[in-house]
C-alpha cells in the first residue's frame, strides 16, 4: 500500500493555525504586563515560521499526490483545494513577516500594533485553515480522494469489512 505523504503533513500547518491566536494573544497579554520581557515575541514568530514552512511543505505534498487523486476525485475540488491551500500560506507569510516586525523595529507604540495586526492576522489563518481543511475534507469524504491510494491504485475501492464488536452492552 502506497500511502500518500500530504496528509501527515498537513496536520502541522493546521494545528498552529489553531494554536496561534491563543499563542500570540497570551504572548502580547505577558509582553505588557511586563510578565515576559518584549523579545519572548520571538516564540511567536518562530512558531509562524513553523507553520508557514509546515504549509508550503504540505503544497508539496499534495502537488505530487494531486495526480493520483484526479483518478477519482473532480479536478474542480481539487482546485478549491489547492486555491484554499494558496490563500492559507501566502496569508500566513504575511503574518510571519508582521510577527518579525517587533523583534527589529524601535518605538514601543509601532511594536505594540506589529503584534496586535500579527494577533489579528493569526485569526484569519485560522479562518483560512478551516476553510482548507474543509476543501480537503470534501476531497476525502466527500469525492472518496482516499480510494486512489488504497487497493490497485485504479481508483476502484476495495471491499471493507466491519470491525468485530463483542455484543456486550456494558
Not at 518605538?107 to 489579528?120: A, D, F, R
Not at 485553515?129 to 475501492?157: K, N
Amino acid at each position: 500500500m502506497n500511502l500518500p505523504l500530504h496528509p501527515m503533513i498537513v496536520h502541522v500547518p493546521i494545528a498552529l493555525a489553531v494554536l496561534m491566536p491563543f499563542l500570540t494573544a497570551g504572548l502580547l497579554l505577558a509582553i505588557r504586563r511586563s510578565w515576559f520581557r518584549p523579545r519572548t515575541w520571538a516564540i511567536a514568530t518562530a512558531a509562524q515560521a513553523v507553520l508557514v514552512i509546515g504549509g508550503m511543505l504540505a503544497m508539496r505534498t499534495g502537488e505530487a499526490d494531486e495526480e493520483r487523486a484526479e483518478s477519482v476525485v473532480p479536478e474542480t475540488a481539487i482546485e478549491a483545494h489547492e486555491e484554499a491551500a494558496e490563500r492559507f500560506v501566502w496569508v500566513s507569510g504575511v503574518v510571519l513577516l508582521a510577527s518579525f516586525l517587533p523583534l527589529v523595529l524601535r518605538g514601543q507604540g509601532v511594536k505594540t500594533w506589529s503584534q496586535v495586526i500579527t494577533v489579528i492576522g493569526t485569526g484569519v489563518v485560522f479562518g483560512l485553515g478551516i476553510q482548507v481543511g474543509h476543501a480537503g475534507g470534501e476531497l476525502v469524504y466527500r469525492h472518496g480522494a482516499a480510494a486512489a491510494f488504497v487497493g490497485s491504485g485504479d481508483g476502484s475501492t476495495p471491499a471493507v469489512t466491519a470491525p468485530a464488536h463483542d455484543d456486550d452492552d456494558d
